[in-house]
């Protein structure tokens, strides 16, 4: 079993419909990783939270300790927010992190 | 925010040769660099972590006299890839974090390694 599991694994919706992506995982964490990554690559980090709820922008990210579980939302979504949004969690040494499958989202316009 | 930097951003090299990744922090102090890697389709698995001034401590399965890892200053590692094979091509990501282990990690853009 993954340490770290995300649903769905693709996901294409039309302009303007709210977003949601989950992430579920094993083990006990000190914070969760909401991670963006673009088809060249490149890995934006969009959230790092360990309790509550966080807001940035038509980002909304939140996460259940108790329940081991975090959702990523977007509101409003737009093309440009087409990417893979990836789930990561403290595991490794030094919190090194343990990444989900990501979730390839699709927005069309 | 703070950037990280990678160099270079893609290379291509004969079998049997070393290749070096460099990742920089540029606005902060890393004390703390961690190393990635991503097979296509694949995820992001943790190769090393690495602290300034200290030996970088390698997850299991990753061959730590391959893949050297060098983390002198609180600015800068460097990863080498000695004697690359085919089988190391992959896509190369570092991030950085500072001196607080809540500190977020500040990705890298990452480095594309072909070896032919």
């Known amino acids: 079993k993954n340490e770290v599991e995300q649903s769905p694994q693709n996901l294409t919706a039309q302009e303007g419909e709210f977003i949601t992506i989950n992430c579920s995982y094993s083990v006990g964490i000190s914070a969760l990783h909401w991670l963006q990554q673009h088809p060249g690559g490149g890995i934006v980090s969009l959230f790092m939270l360990s309790s509550g709820k966080k807001k940035h922008g038509r980002l909304i990210a939140t996460i259940n300790i108790q329940e081991k579980h975090s959702s990523l939302h977007i509101t409003a979504s737009h093309p440009r927010d087409s990417a893979v949004y990836i789930c990561a969690v403290p595991l490794g040494g030094a919190d090194g992190l343990t990444f989900g499958k990501g979730t390839h989202l699709i927005i069309q316009p | 925010g703070a950037v990280v930097s990678q160099h270079p951003s893609w290379v291509i090299c004969k079998s049997g040769t070393s290749v070096k990744i460099e990742c920089r922090s540029l606005d902060f102090q890393a004390t703390t660099m961690f190393w990635y890697r991503q097979f296509p389709k694949q995820s992001l698995m943790l190769m090393a972590t690495?602290?300034?001034?200290?030996?970088?401590?390698?997850e299991q399965g990753v061959e730590k006299d391959k893949f050297l890892i060098n983390h002198a200053s609180l600015t800068l590692s460097t990863l080498t890839v000695t004697s690359a094979h085919p089988e190391d091509s992959s896509f190369y990501i570092c991030s950085a974090r500072g001196q607080g282990l809540q500190d977020t990690q500040y990705f890298g853009p990452g480095t594309r390694l072909t070896v032919l």
């Open positions: 690495s602290n300034e001034g200290s030996k970088a401590t390698y």
